[in-house]
Structures are given as C-alpha cells and as structure tokens.
C-alpha cells in the first residue's frame, strides 16, 4: 500500500525526491501521510481532488486484498 | 507484405510492438509469369506510446497495490485497449459499480499522459465489465424509456461517469418519443430520460431539442 502511494505520487510529481510517506497504525486502520513538495500537492489532488479521490479508492482495494482499512492524507 | 514491413520497421528503427500499421497493397510474386510481380505496400506508423510501456505501467501499479495480473495491451480504432485479468480479483478491482476501475483508468491516464505523448484514448478494463455495463446501460434505459412513454414523465438515472452516459445518451437517442439530457455537476452528473414532445413544438422551432434527441452536452 505505501507503495503504490509512492509509486503514484513520485510520478506525478516534478520532485520525486521530496515525495514522503508516513505510516500510522491503529488496531484496525492504517493511515498515511503523504508529503509532497508545496508546488506539487495540486498535482497529487488533481482537478476537483479527482487524482486524490481515486489514489484513495485503490488504497481502499489494496487494503481490503491484505485484510485492512486504509486511509490517505495528504500534506505539503 | 512481410518483406516491406521489414523494410519500414528497420528505417523507423522500431520493433512490431512500437507501430501500427495497415497494408495498402498485399503485392503478389506475379501470375504464371505473364505479369510482373507487383510491390506489396504497407502504412506504418510509429505509436508515441509502445504497447510495453503500457503494459509495464499497469503491471507496476498493479504489483504495488499487491494484486498480481495478466495485462493485454493492443490496438482498436485509434485507442489502446488494455485488458486486465486476474485470478479471482477482478471484483476488487471493479469495485462498486465500477468506481475502482474507474480510479484505475484516471490514474492511469495520468501517468501515461506524463511519461509519455497520448495518441489517442487508453481504454481499460477488467476481464469483459465494460462489455457486460454497457448491456446492462442499454438494457436498463429501453426499459426506462418505455416507462417515461407510457406514463410521460420525465425519469432521472442514478449519477454515472462520462462514458456511462454516453451510451445511455445513444441508446435513448435510438428511440423515439424520447430524449435524454444531462443535470448535475462533477461527481453527480446523471442523464434524465423525458418524453419527446417535438410534436407539439411543430410551430415553435426555437424550443426544438437537437435532430439527435439529446440537447446539450454529454
């Protein structure tokens, strides 16, 4: 799941190398941060959060193949 | 035939995989020996994308949501088509009424349009859904269209993605008495189906809908 976060975000981005994710986990959930350079987050979300919108729906698939829930935040 | 392909693939320096191409003239070796044989000629054009590239793309999304596939690639009416099989996974991959497939197409398209020049559409879909979809769409607005004939009033589909109302948009425009449009913004665009009352506008031809039944945009 980190990553496919990583993969997406370091190609859709102009600065890979600023491209961070970290991961919190609770007894049922994961959460990730994504950190991306500032000149890149509307990259990452995309027109209308489209990008962002569909980067969590195949977290989602990813997550319930191994079992879990996942959630994605997204930060500069 | 085979010989002036590999003639054209040699000068583009491309391999089968890298163009499309399209035989003008099959050629022939000539007939008893009374004609000269005829030049075979092809039309070969270099894809801005490869097939392994796609292919490679997908297959590495894939893999790094954990889901492990069979990826086809190939070429249809100016798109490229992408196919994706999985043992046992294509549900997942689908989703709710085709929501993750439809992530999956827009991630996609992202990152291809990035890396590298589109050429046309990339189409994706998982083992036969968009086939089995588009059925049902059909099937469901004839079924629909014959309610709003009969009763005469206007009926409101639950929001579909882009294409989805294209097909119900052609299917309804197939039929008569009815016509479609579409309300909403963004996410909660849905096709309503309503009943063609043309006849009545008879006199008024600024209130017509378009010749085609639809009125507006997709």
């Known amino acids: 799941m980190r990553e496919l976060i990583e993969f997406v975000a370091r190609s859709l981005v102009d600065d890979p190398a600023s491209v961070r994710v970290h991961e919190q986990k609770t007894e049922t959930t994961i959460v990730y941060q994504l950190h991306v350079a500032r000149d890149d987050v509307g990259k990452v979300i995309g027109k209308h959060g489209r990008t962002a919108h569909a980067l969590r729906l195949l ?8 079992g879990c829930k996942a959630v994605l935040e997204i930060k500069e | 035939m085979e010989e002036a392909l590999e003639k054209a693939l040699a000068e583009l320096g491309a391999n089968r995989g890298e163009v499309h191409y ?22 070969v054009e270099r894809l801005v994308h490869t097939h392994e590239d796609i292919h490679d793309l997908v297959t590495d999304l894939l893999e790094s949501m954990g889901i492990e596939a069979v990826v086809d690639v190939r070429r249809e009416e100016g798109d ?10 294509d549900g997942l991959l689908i989703g709710r009424r085709g929501q993750t497939l439809a992530a999956l197409q827009h991630v996609v398209g992202r990152l291809a349009s990035r890396e590298f020049d589109q050429d046309g559409h990339l189409v994706l879909d998982v083992g036969d859904y968009r086939q089995r979809r588009e059925t049902h769409l059909v099937e469901k607005a004839q079924a629909l269209a014959e309610k709003v004939r009969a009763t005469g009033r206007e009926i409101n589909l639950e929001p579909l993605h882009a294409p989805d109302r294209r097909v119900v948009h052609l299917a309804v425009a197939r039929l008569a008495g009815v016509r479609s449009y579409t309300v909403g913004q963004g996410l909660h665009r849905s096709v309503v189906i309503a009943p063609d009352n043309r006849e009545e506008f008879r006199d008024d031809q600024s209130s017509r809908p378009n010749d085609n039944g639809t009125t507006g945009r997709l």
């Open chain 2, 80 to 89: 490229t088509h992408v196919v994706i099989r999985t043992e046992g996974l």
């Open chain 2, 22 to 43: 399209e035989v003008l003239e099959s050629g022939s070796s000539g007939f008893l020996g009374l004609f000269k044989g005829r030049q075979a000629r092809v039309r």
């Open chain 1, 59 to 66: 977290l989602s698939a990813s997550a319930q193949r191994r």
